[in-house]
């Protein structure tokens, strides 16, 4: 309840600072628009059905994109913290490549694959690929050596080992990887769709934008967001929690 009250209070005073600048028009109403108007072009926007096209084509595109990133992401993660080779020649370049925004990628999705659905998806992956694996490849080293050595002397060997043992111990910096993976390719749809004359929140944003429609920018930015915190709380808060719980950080309720 106290949370519930802290949060309550927080976006109150922030509504209400919001409406106060408005009020005040120390910028063109079209610059800086009110809350009542931005409520409105929502209501409009999801009363046409245009929001809920745009939001269902952008989280099928991410989860795909997201998907096939974490699926490689494993399998390189895995094969960079194992192997010694791979470990001091390619451990460096992903760190290196990680630092490249995932715009920079957009040039190459175009020549590779025209403008398309399957350049936005390069963009998506790209973007969260490399998170994904430097997790995975971070949490297979970080884990203490005893607990391999324990499975090995209880009998564990290959993909039973690596399950049962070696898995589970690095969960906790796999699903912190995951966690920033996700704002990586959600952060990439968008700036590929921006880009992409496509059905989208990206596209709609910049539609907003072409039209001066500052209330259509600022609903769809609050979109966007609500619809991060969503994923996060939902999904990625609750994965934390339960690891906590299961390792002995948090007090049992």
């Not at 694959?113 to 997790?135: C, Y």
């Amino acid at each position: 309840m106290k949370r519930a009250a802290r949060l309550v209070i927080f976006y109150t005073c922030l509504f209400g600072l919001w409406a106060l600048l408005a009020q005040l028009k120390i910028w063109p109403p079209y610059l800086f628009p009110t809350p009542w108007g931005v409520a409105q072009e929502l209501y409009y926007g999801f009363s046409d059905h245009s929001y809920w096209i745009a939001i269902a084509v952008s989280m099928r595109r991410v989860l795909i994109g997201y998907a096939i990133s974490v699926v490689a992401g494993m399998i390189l993660g895995l094969g960079v913290a194992s192997n010694k080779f791979l470990e001091e020649t390619m451990g460096g370049l992903l760190v290196s490549l990680q630092s490249l925004p995932s715009i920079c990628w957009w040039p190459l999705a175009l020549l590779w694959f025209g403008l398309n659905q399957k350049a936005i998806l390069f963009v998506v992956i790209m973007g969260s690929l490399l998170s994904v694996t430097l997790a995975m490849e971070d949490g297979r080293k970080q884990m203490p050596k005893i607990y391999g050595m324990a499975g090995r002397n209880l009998g564990a060997r290959g993909f039973q080992l690596f399950w049962h043992v070696l898995l589970p111990a690095s969960l906790p910096f796999i699903v912190s990887g995951l966690k920033q993976g996700w704002a990586f390719a959600w952060r990439s749809l968008i700036t590929a769709e921006m880009l992409y004359v496509s059905l989208g929140l990206g596209q709609v944003l910049m539609m907003g934008r072409e039209t001066s429609n500052m209330n259509a920018v600022i609903a769809v930015m609050i979109l966007i967001i609500g619809l991060g915190y969503i994923v996060d709380g939902l999904i990625f808060k609750s994965m934390e929690k339960r690891l906590q719980h299961k390792w002995g950080l948090t007090a049992a309720t």
